[in-house]
């Protein structure tokens, strides 16, 4: 059997920087430490930091001292209830996504109107639209797209940002991108910019073109996970026998062994033990 892996499967660096600060701020803290929302999305990590003892909340009010920010970043209110409060944050947002707060805050502020192409229940959205002002919607498929279009023709708008969450789908902005430039009124000042992270956008494309080589495809990643989702969505429209899978246990192994080329990707946040686990386990199927 054939064995492709992916050369940019691992730890992005904005997880990878989030990861490595909250292992030493818990090896060096005597007081409790806590994470707004989950640092990755992947459960052996996320256990193996509770059990360094990171306290893990849901919102900034449950936090009793030293709260960590995680890479996707939060809504700006955190910010402020944290300085009221007494609470230090540690922010490990990734600056990738700190650079669209700034931008999104400067467009908002010179007037533009927001067109935000993401997943709308996405805590990078979530945060996001809280430096976007009230002129903003949130464009997550082509539906989203027109409405946007009728919405913006209703207001009166003049001049509109087309902006995206680091881990959109680059197919996806791009046929966005094509809707919204066709359809909006010539007279309405479009501009448009792609901030999908380089990280993304190399696994995306690495992603299809081994999709497209291989007869059996395994995406290694958290169910919850944003650009892991993304890259079995691509893998199976180029490899219909794709699956995404958290860990060893869920290898489908008499299945994989009906096929000779087997390719392997893996988001973000899935962490090298998990990855180089899955592989062991592929190296040994006869
Ligand atoms: S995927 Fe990109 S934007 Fe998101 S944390 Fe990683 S490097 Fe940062």
Redo the contacts with the bound molecule.
């Keep these: 059997m054939d064995v492709i892996i992916g050369k940019t499967i691992g730890f992005?660096?904005?997880?990878k920087r989030?990861i490595e600060g909250a292992k030493e701020i818990l090896k060096d803290s005597d007081e409790p430490v806590y994470c707004l929302g989950e640092l990755v999305h992947n459960r052996e990590v996320i256990k193996d930091l509770e059990n360094k003892g990171l306290k893990f909340i849901d919102t900034i009010f449950q936090s009793k001292g030293k709260t960590i920010i995680r890479?996707?970043g939060v809504p700006k209110q955190v910010y402020e209830v944290a300085v009221q409060a007494g609470i230090k944050l540690i922010d490990y947002t990734?600056?990738?996504?700190l650079q669209i707060h700034d931008i999104v805050y400067e467009y908002a502020n010179k007037g533009y109107f927001i067109l935000l192409c993401g997943t709308k229940q996405h805590p990078?959205i979530i945060g996001t639209l809280s430096f976007c002002g009230e002129n903003v919607l949130v464009i997550e498929n082509e539906e989203d797209a027109l409405k946007s279009v009728d919405i913006i023709e209703k207001l009166n708008i003049d001049k509109c940002l087309l902006i995206t969450q680091?881990?959109f789908s680059l197919e996806k902005f791009f046929i966005m991108r094509e809707i919204i430039g066709n359809e909006l009124p010539k007279n309405i000042h479009l501009v448009e910019k792609n901030t999908i992270?380089?990280?993304?956008e190399l696994r995306q494309k690495e992603t299809e073109q081994i999709a497209k080589k291989v007869q059996y495809m395994i995406i290694i990643g958290g169910k919850n996970s944003s650009?892991t989702k993304k890259l079995y969505e691509i893998s199976n429209k180029y490899c219909g026998n794709s699956v995404c899978i958290q860990n060893k246990s869920e290898l489908p192994i008499e299945e994989i062994k009906k096929y000779q080329t087997i390719g392997v990707m893996a988001g973000?946040s899935t962490p090298e033990e998990s990855i180089n686990e899955i592989l062991e386990v592929l190296k040994n199927i006869k």
């Design positions: 992005c660096f904005g997880v989030a890479a996707h990734c600056p990738k996504v990078e680091t881990t992270c380089q990280t993304t650009n973000a």
